[in-house]
Structure formats: C-alpha cells, structure tokens
C-alpha cells in the first residue's frame, strides 16, 4: 500500500530556514496533485501550498513569498522549502496526494503522518 513520509522538520529559530520533504518508499508514483498542509495546537488544518500537475503552484497568504513548493525531477516526490520562518509557523506539517486537488486534507485519499516544525522567536 503507498504511504506518504514526511521528514525534514525540526526546530528553528526565527529567520531561519528548514526543506521538508515528502516521498512514498518502495513506489514511484506520479501524483497529479500533491500539497501540503499544516495544523498548529488548537487550529484547523490549514493548506500551505499545493502543486497541481507539473508546475501549477498555489500558496496561502501566511506564506506566499516565503515557502516554495516543488517536485524532484522525477515528480514522485515533494518537496517544501521554507525560508524566513516565524513562530506563527510552527505547526505539524502533513503531506497529501491525489489525482485532484481539495482544500481539505482530509478529502486527499493519501496523507503522511506528519513532520513537526518548531520555530522560536
């Protein structure tokens, strides 16, 4: 069964940058749509950037500017990078996939577990 890992997070001061990344192991699978999202305490989940096909690329306002979404070369990966990081950052961030894009992470059909981003001021 495709599953989807995260990793890259961790702890950061503020100003400071950190690469999320996102990939299914064992399978080499190209996603129409892939994205992430992130859900700080007490907050709904919020959609930070989404890439649809091969380059169509949307961002939240709280992070337009400064995080860059993309796929490796081979487009079964994803990639987030994230520079100019504040303390409003700081969440969960979680890694969907599906052969269309929702606003809702729950309506992706394959979502990771989640990588934690801690940003401190």
């Known amino acids: 069964q495709v599953q989807l890992v995260e990793s890259g997070g961790g702890s950061v001061q503020a100003g400071g940058s950190l690469r999320l990344s996102c990939a299914s192991p064992g399978y080499r699978v190209t996603w129409y749509c892939m994205a992430w999202f992130r859900q700080a305490p007490g907050k709904e989940h919020e959609r930070v950037a989404v890439?649809?096909?091969?380059?169509?690329?949307t961002y939240a306002d709280s992070v337009r500017g400064r995080f860059t979404i993309s796929k490796d070369g081979a487009k079964t990966s994803l990639n987030l990078q994230m520079n100019s990081l504040k303390p409003d950052d700081t969440a969960m961030y979680y890694c969907a996939a599906d052969t269309s894009c929702g606003d809702g992470l729950r309506t992706y059909t394959y979502r990771g577990q989640g990588t934690q981003v801690t940003v401190s001021s």
């Open positions: 890439i649809e096909g091969p380059e169509r690329t």
